[in-house]
């Protein structure tokens, strides 16, 4: 079965740490999006790819997030300085072309505690 | 009016029973409306979805029930079973972000054996 690869499963770290997660997409998808899930907010969307390019990262804090893809295999989500309140789960999901609202598949998650 | 609102929060039902799952939204530019399914320590999984060109789609045990002009949607599970207890989530899309997909906060079911 294809699926989108997340490492690390698990992070903790002290707070003013810089975190990176990182996810594999699967082969041949060019949509990528990094979503945090909490008790109080749900799922939200942080980021949105196509091609490699972000088209869309209003969900995401500019101060200390970061999100990039450096090539069609991997996609980065960046935290420096890391904050107790971005103890969360992130998620990436990845879609094939030419779908532009479904068949998104997730991965299984970095699950990131900041103590 | 981006929101999707989901209830209950959470639900038991009987082995064998019905479960019942409501969504509500106000965006009436949204033309997708998905159903995803999520075990602890996995992320969601896609269930089932629906077009509002449809009233009902169904998949097996799974129906989505769609109500155009009530803006609202929701899942049935039939034949519930304890291998369906996990939290499911709505989403809707459309418009001039119909990327985003737009969650529901959840309804944490359980099925009792």
């Known amino acids: 079965d294809a699926r989108v690869t997340q490492t690390p499963r698990h992070k903790v770290t002290e707070m003013g740490q810089e975190v990176t997660m990182r996810c594999q997409p699967i082969l041949g998808h060019n949509t990528v999006f990094w979503y945090r899930q909490t008790m109080m907010q749900g799922l939200e969307l942080l980021a949105y790819?196509?091609?490699?390019?972000?088209?869309?990262d209003s969900g995401m804090p500019k101060d200390r997030f970061s999100a990039e893809m450096p090539d069609a295999t991997l996609a980065t989500l960046k935290i420096q300085p890391s904050e107790p309140r971005d103890s969360a789960v992130y998620f990436c999901?990845?879609?094939?072309?030419?779908?532009?609202?479904?068949?998104?598949?997730f991965g299984s998650g970095t699950r990131l505690t900041v103590v | 009016q981006q929101q999707v609102k989901q209830s209950p929060q959470s639900l038991i039902v009987q082995k064998g029973g019905i479960s019942i799952i409501n969504c509500a939204y106000e965006?009436?530019?949204?033309?997708?409306f998905p159903w995803y399914q999520q075990f602890p320590g996995k992320g969601p999984a896609l269930l089932i979805a629906?077009?509002?060109?449809?009233s009902e789609k169904k998949e097996g045990r799974f129906t989505i029930s769609f109500n155009k002009s009530a803006k609202q949607f929701s899942l049935h599970i039939m034949d519930s079973q304890p291998g369906d207890s996990a939290t499911y989530f709505c989403?809707?899309?459309?418009?001039?972000?119909?990327?985003?997909?737009?969650f529901g906060s959840g309804t944490r079911l359980l099925v009792r054996p």
């Open positions: 989403a809707a899309s459309g418009g001039d972000s119909s990327y985003k997909l737009i």
């Open positions: 629906i077009r509002p060109d449809v």
């Open positions: 965006n009436t530019a949204f033309d997708y």
């Open positions: 790819f196509r091609n490699r390019a972000p088209l869309d």
């Open positions: 999901a990845s879609g094939p072309p030419g779908i532009t609202n479904y068949g998104y598949t």
